[in-house]
T-cell receptor
Framework: EDKVVQSPLSLVVHEGDTVTLNCSYE??????LLWYKQEKKAPTFLFML????IEKKSGRLSSILDKKELSSILNITATQTGDSAIYLC??????????FGQGTILTVHP | GAVVSQHPSRVICKSGTSVKIECRSL??????MFWYRQFPKQSLMLMAT?????????EQGVEKDKFLINHASLTLSTLTVTSAHPEDSSFYIC???????????FGPGTRLTVL
């Protein structure tokens, strides 16, 4: 089945906290795992992961893929109120399509 | 960059009318364009995949006669919601890929409200 499951579904933290968002996926036709951030409008691209164990980093955000566990995590350190958003994980298949998870709603309080 | 635009950003229409939404890749030629629908606090649901010059591929459960997709050029795809009903009210988002990559770049979305 073509399923992507994210956890937690929502998370409330205070500025300065570190958060870890989880994503697990089915293995069929796996090509890549992508993370997006969605605020008011459309998702903006964060990371694409294809190889297991190699961390990708951008500022306070980092992500890593574990193909053995069929999962990925997105870490955000020293969170800021501007990090409040829905974080979407998506699996790329050999057909070029993305299957999205339900998303994690992150709320960062000052 | 990889900028995708959508027009209009917001539309309100009467039940029974048709609405056309445009999706353009502004600074690149899109290999493939995708149309998604998103309900409040929910994830993106793929409606169809569109390649220039060929018929769109619709996901299971999506009515192709209701949601007409035309992909006239490498930079433009349109979605027409025909005979719109209140249950078609939603946020419609398009995306485009550049080259042979899984990374999709999203447009800003169109909020459709059918009265």
């Amino acid at each position: 089945e073509d399923k992507v499951v994210q956890s937690p579904l929502s998370l409330v933290v205070h500025e300065g906290d570190t958060v870890t968002l989880n994503c697990s996926y089915e293995v069929t036709n796996f090509r890549s795992l992508l993370w997006y951030k969605q605020e008011k409008k459309a998702p903006t691209f964060l990371f694409m992961l294809t190889s297991s164990g190699i961390e990708k980093k951008s500022g306070r955000l980092s992500s890593i893929l574990d193909k053995k566990e069929l999962s990925s995590i997105l870490n955000i350190t020293a969170t800021q109120t501007g990090d409040s958003a829905i974080y979407l994980c998506a699996r790329g298949t050999s057909y070029g399509k993305l299957t999205f998870g339900q998303g994690t709603i992150l709320t960062v309080h000052p | 960059g990889a900028v995708v635009s959508q027009h209009p950003s917001r539309v309100i229409c009467k039940s029974g009318t048709s609405v056309k939404i445009e999706c353009r890749s502004l600074d690149f030629q899109a290999t493939t364009m995708f149309w998604y629908r998103q309900f409040p606090k929910q994830s993106l649901m793929l409606m169809a995949t569109s390649n220039e010059g060929s018929k769109a591929t619709y996901e299971q459960g999506v009515e192709k006669d209701k949601f007409l997709i035309n992909h006239a050029s490498l930079t433009l795809s349109t979605l027409t919601v025909t005979s719109a009903h209140p249950e078609d009210s939603s946020f419609y988002i398009c995306s485009a890929t550049r080259g042979l990559t899984d990374t999709q770049y999203f447009g800003p979305g169109t909020r459709l409200t059918v009265l």
